[in-house]
């Protein structure tokens, strides 16, 4: 899967609201622009639909993502702790993720964010370069695992049909 065959994607952002649906895909849009060699990993999982942008099919290498919530999207930094943010415009106080939150495609800071989006990913390349591995890039998306429960407040989810 690429850019353009998100029917996956789209499977999964269904139970969102519309406005929350346009971002995400913008966003996306946004991100795939930037680095279309990177391979975009899927996953639908209980509490949220991520999608990340790696320089391999590991989660671990994972420099930036889309977290996808009922009001809003986190634009995230997967080792945000580690790249320069001086308008101090990143949230998040753990050890390494970092996050923008995204009401709307319109009002957010493209240049800053292109800025941090450059400084994730050579950060990076320089841990693959530490492990002694090269990036694989392929620019495809992988739904790397899809839950088959979710729990999402403020998302009302079909009930499941019992078994006459």
Known sequence: MSKEENSDLIKFL???????????????????????????????????????????EKMGDIFCSVGV????IH??????SEIADPENKLQGKGKQYRYIIVTDMETIPKKYMIRLLKDAYNNSIAKLKLKKLQPQLKGIT??????????????????????K
């Open 75 to 80: 634009l995230g930094f997967y080792w945000g």
């Open 14 to 56: 269904e139970p969102y609201p519309e406005e929350v649906q346009k971002n995400a895909l913008l966003l996306r849009d946004f991100l795939w622009d930037l680095y279309p060699k990177c391979n975009e990993l899927i996953y639908d999982n209980y509490n949220a639909l991520v999608s990340g942008w790696s320089t391999t």
């Open 142 to 163: 992988i739904v790397k695992s899809e839950s088959p429960v979710k729990r999402r407040p403020g998302i009302k989810t079909a009930k499941k049909i019992k078994n």
């Open 69 to 72: 919530f009922p009001k809003h």
